[in-house]
Antibody, heavy 118, light 107 residues
Framework: EVQLVESGGGLVQPGASLKLSCVASGFTFSDYWMSWVRQTPGKTMEWIGDIKYDGSYTNYAPSLKNRFTISRDNAKSTLYLQMSNVRSEDTATYYC???????????WGQGASVTVSS | DIVLTQSPATLSVTPGESVSLSCRASQGISTSIHWYQQKSNESPRLLIKFASQSISGIPSRFSGSGSGTDFTLSINRVESEDFSVYYCQQSYSLPLTFGSGTKLEIK
């Protein structure tokens, strides 16, 4: 069974940094592009970016490119999202997703909740 | 960025009815549209890819159609488990974008 399990969410102060992790199981992690998607409290879905199966290439939403970094460790079957200088508008549930090809997200984690507040 | 407009925002139906949900793209995107279902307090689930391609494990009452700018997700005879929010997503160009969702509720 394909599983994606995010962790690392929580309450963080504005301007701080936070790193989310997503552990994958049930498939060969190193064969797939992976993405991060977030959903705001108002239920708006926003794609953050993705990373190639070998970690050699990333794409980002332009509005987040300067503050968010996606990386992966294939030996640990783990995807990461490093968030820096967080703002209140970064408050959301963060999902890691598997790309089955052509930017189709065929598996989603349960989500990690991030709240940015002082 | 490609904007996806979903309509209606909310659709109230009786179980057993058949429904159509719309997703319109701000420019032509061929068939690069995918549909997801999100039940309350759950993660999204892929229903249909590339406008009309079925997904293993998804009930056959779900189907998709369209190309260019206008797309439709159809549910043939809605069942109680189908009441949730449906999102479309385009993969024609980066950044990937999602529609704002259609909530299917019980009438």
């Amino acid at each position: 069974e394909v599983q994606l399990v995010e962790s690392g969410g929580g309450l963080v102060q504005p301007g701080a940094s936070l790193k989310l992790s997503c552990v994958a199981s049930g498939f060969t992690f190193s064969d797939y592009w992976m993405s991060w998607v977030r959903q705001t409290p108002g239920k708006t879905m926003e794609w953050i970016g993705d990373i190639k199966y070998d970690g050699s290439y990333t794409n980002y939403a332009p509005s987040l490119k300067n503050r968010f970094t996606i990386s992966r460790d294939n030996a640990k079957s783990t995807l990461y999202l490093q968030m820096s200088n967080v703002r209140s508008e970064d408050t959301a549930t963060y999902y890691c997703t598997r790309d089955s090809g052509g930017y189709v997200m065929d598996a989603w984690g349960q989500g990690a909740s991030v709240t940015v507040s002082s | 960025d490609i904007v996806l407009t979903q309509s209606p925002a909310t659709l109230s139906v009786t179980p057993g009815e058949s429904v159509s949900l719309s997703c319109r793209a701000s420019q032509g995107i061929s068939t690069s549209i995918h549909w997801y279902q999100q039940k309350s307090n759950e993660s999204p689930r892929l229903l249909i890819k590339f406008a009309s391609q079925s997904i293993s494990g998804i009930p056959s009452r779900f189907s998709g159609s369209g190309s260019g700018t206008d797309f439709t997700l159809s549910i043939n005879r809605v069942e109680s488990e189908d009441f949730s929010v449906y999102y479309c997503q385009q993969s024609y160009s980066l950044p990937l974008t999602f529609g704002s969702g259609t909530k299917l509720e019980i009438k």
